[in-house]
Each structure stands twice: as C-alpha cells, then as structure tokens.
C-alpha cells in the first residue's frame, strides 16, 4: 500500500543552525502537505505542494517538491526556539484520477532546539 | 467556532468499557475526519465524512470501532468493549470542502487522549 517515510525522525540543534527534514513516498503523489505539531498540541497546516520541482518559501522555511513527485523537503534557516516542535509530511491516497480523502502522514521527524 | 473543537480532553476508562468522543468541526466545513495517533508517530487515518455520508471507513481497525455524523456537522467516535491498544489520541480533523477530487488544508481539533486501563 502507499507509504509516506520520514527522515530523520530525531533532529537537534543548536538555536542558529540549519534543519532539513526529508519526505519519501512509494508512489506518486498528486500533491504534498506539510504539518508543525508543538509538543502537547495539534497538527498545524503550514503548506500545500501541487506542482513538480515547486518551491514555496515561508520566512525561514523553505518547502520542495520533487521532479518526481515523489520526495519532498522542508529546510529551516537559522532555527529559533520557536521551530520546536514534529514537523510531518501528508501525502494523498490517488486512485484512478481522484483523491479519496485521506491523507497518509509520515511519522514525522522532531525538532529540538537547544538556545 | 473559531476552531475544531473536541471533547472530552482526556478520557480514562477500564478495559472492556465502551466509549465516546465527540467532534464539532468548523462550521459550514464539508469534510470531517478522524485519526489515531500514537506516541511518537504521525496521525493515522480512520475515517472521512462528507457531509453525513462516511466516504471512507477503511482505517477503522476492527468492528469495535464506530464513527457517525448524523446531521453533517457534529461527529461522534464509539469504540466498543476497549482494549489496552486503543490508547491514544484522537484528532479530528475539518475541511471546507469535499475532499475528493482536491485536496485542502486539514484543520485539526486538541485531540482526545484515551487511556485504557
């Protein structure tokens, strides 16, 4: 079945320093979310992927998509104390020319921050 | 409201007891969905609703797992006679839209804790 996998599920920095967590999928994905969970919260929607080789940037975040659309990254600059939290990629279940709703997370990679 | 809201926050119940949580989505969202998620892992889909009709149910893991949304709105979780594996959080999560054939952000409720003694 589809898979979403997450690399690295543990990261931890010192506040300044750079973060990239990567996102693989088995199968083409027609588009790729990512979410920011803060530790004791909810997942929190940061971005949608559609377009192959896209690139969004959000300040200091900066979010790709593969040639392929199969992989994508998520690369924080200069982390701060607040970039704490579990960063994870959502890919969509794609049958016969539609989405069926549900989202496969990957297990997300944490984000610690040490100031 | 302003946001997904779910009840209760935390719920401790003994093996074999039946349970239920609620979900009051976004109002006017269309789309409705529910997830467990473990320690340490991401949300692992259960169930999606479109309006009142539940689209997909092909994540609940077992019978004893029950999801409805009478009226489209407020959506309510029953597990039955729970186990010790049950123990997780439960999200909700809401979208403006149908979820078919696009795909939107996903808003998501503070979740529901449950342990099972």
């Known amino acids: 079945g589809q898979q979403v996998m997450q690399i690295p599920q543990y990261q931890h920095v010192q506040e300044g320093e750079d973060f990239t967590t990567y996102c693989n999928s088995s199968?083409?994905?027609?588009?790729i979310q990512w979410y920011k969970q803060r530790p004791g919260g909810h997942p929190v929607f940061l971005i949608q992927?559609?377009?192959?080789?896209e690139v969004k940037k959000q300040k200091r975040l900066t979010f790709q998509f593969g040639e392929a659309k199969k992989n994508s990254s998520l690369h924080i600059t200069a982390t701060q104390t607040t970039d704490v939290g579990t960063y994870f990629c959502?890919?969509?279940?794609?049958?016969?020319?539609?989405?069926?709703?549900?989202?496969?997370f990957g297990r997300g990679t944490q984000l610690t921050v040490w100031p | 409201g302003a946001g997904v809201s779910q009840s209760p926050r935390y719920k401790v119940a003994k093996r074999g007891q039946d349970v239920a949580l609620r979900c009051d989505p976004i109002?006017?969202?269309?789309?409705l969905f529910w997830y467990q998620q473990a320690l340490g892992q991401g949300p692992e889909f259960l169930t999606y609703?479109?309006?009142?009709?539940?689209?997909?149910k092909s994540g609940l893991p077992s019978d004893r797992f029950f999801a409805e949304r009478p009226e489209g709105s407020v959506s309510t979780l029953k597990i039955q006679r729970t186990q010790q594996e049950d123990s997780a959080v439960y999200l909700c999560?809401?979208?403006?839209?149908?979820?078919?054939?696009?795909?939107?952000?996903?808003?998501f409720g503070d979740g529901t804790r449950l342990s099972i003694l």
């Open positions: 999560a809401s979208s403006e839209h149908r979820a078919q054939y696009s795909n939107q952000p996903q808003h």
């Open positions: 199968t083409t994905l027609s588009n």
């Open positions: 992927l559609v377009k192959s080789g």
């Open positions: 959502a890919g969509p279940q794609w049958d016969r020319g539609s989405t069926l709703g549900r989202l496969y």
């Open positions: 109002s006017g969202h269309v789309s």
């Open positions: 609703f479109q309006n009142e009709a539940q689209l997909d």
